[in-house]
């Protein structure tokens, strides 16, 4: 059974870093064409596709957000953690880890973890 | 403002079908896989079709996925109520190296 679960702070102050981890379950890191990605979808909002990070720990960013975004992978822990610095309000949404398909021409998630609602405020 | 577009809205009656677009560029659903998440309220997405047209195990043959050029569409015949939801697009952008969603399409059965 493939799970997801994403774990951190629920709430951040402005201008601090967040870092959220992704724990899998019945998915190992290191195979070959499987990526774990992070969304995020803020209230009432559509989903917005952020990072991914595939097998061989080639990575990608959303080029709106690339320069407060790090993807990382622990293989020896089955973790991804996603970083994102200068926290804002219009940061606050729900965050989703999810397991993505890094072939060419195919990036689709296929399982995805519960979310984490994350909310910037002073 | 997404790059793939999508109508905000889509309704018809139970028994119906109903057609889901989502519209695109060269660099993304013109090179690219098309995929189709299904939200209903208060969950995480759920993966419908892949690969434009195929559907994971225990998605029912009532969902279907087209592409042509840089659209996609995702039909959804013999409506039910629990079938309301929304529903977004989902493509990879050559260009920008990175994943896109459509606005997603709120699904009324009426």
């Known amino acids: 059974q493939i799970t997801l679960k994403e774990s951190g702070p629920t709430l951040v102050k402005p201008t601090q870093t967040l870092t959220l981890t992704c724990t899998l379950s019945?998915?190992?890191?290191?195979?070959?064409?499987?990526?774990v990605g992070w969304i995020r979808q803020a209230p009432g909002k559509a989903l917005e596709w952020l990072a991914v990070?595939?097998?061989?720990?080639?990575?990608r960013y959303s080029p709106f957000l690339k320069s407060r975004l790090t993807i990382t992978k622990d293989t020896s822990k089955n973790q991804v953690a996603l970083t994102m610095t200068n926290m804002d309000p219009v940061d606050t949404a729900t965050y989703f880890c999810?397991?993505?398909?890094?072939?060419?021409?195919?990036?689709?998630?296929?399982?995805w973890g519960q979310g984490i609602l994350v909310t910037v405020s002073s | 403002q997404s790059v793939l577009t999508q109508p905000p809205s889509v309704s018809a009656a139970p028994g119906q079908k109903v057609t889901i677009s989502c519209s695109g560029s060269?660099?993304?659903?013109?090179?690219?896989?098309v995929s189709w998440y299904q939200q209903l309220p208060g969950t995480a997405p759920k993966l419908l079709i892949y690969?434009?047209?195929k559907r994971p195990s225990g998605i029912p043959d009532r969902f279907s996925g087209s592409k042509s050029g840089t659209s996609a569409t995702l039909g959804i015949t013999g409506l039910q109520t629990g079938d309301e939801a929304d529903y977004y697009c989902?493509?990879?952008?050559?260009?920008?190296?990175?994943?896109?969603f459509g606005g997603g399409t709120k699904l009324t059965v009426l």
């Open positions: 999810a397991r993505c398909i890094a072939a060419p021409g195919r990036k689709e998630l296929d399982y």
């Open positions: 019945g998915i190992s890191l290191s195979t070959s064409g499987v990526g």
């Open positions: 690969e434009n047209n």
């Open positions: 060269s660099s993304n659903i013109g090179k690219n896989h």
């Open positions: 990070i595939n097998w061989d720990d080639d990575k």
């Open positions: 989902g493509t990879w952008d050559s260009s920008l190296s990175a994943g896109l």
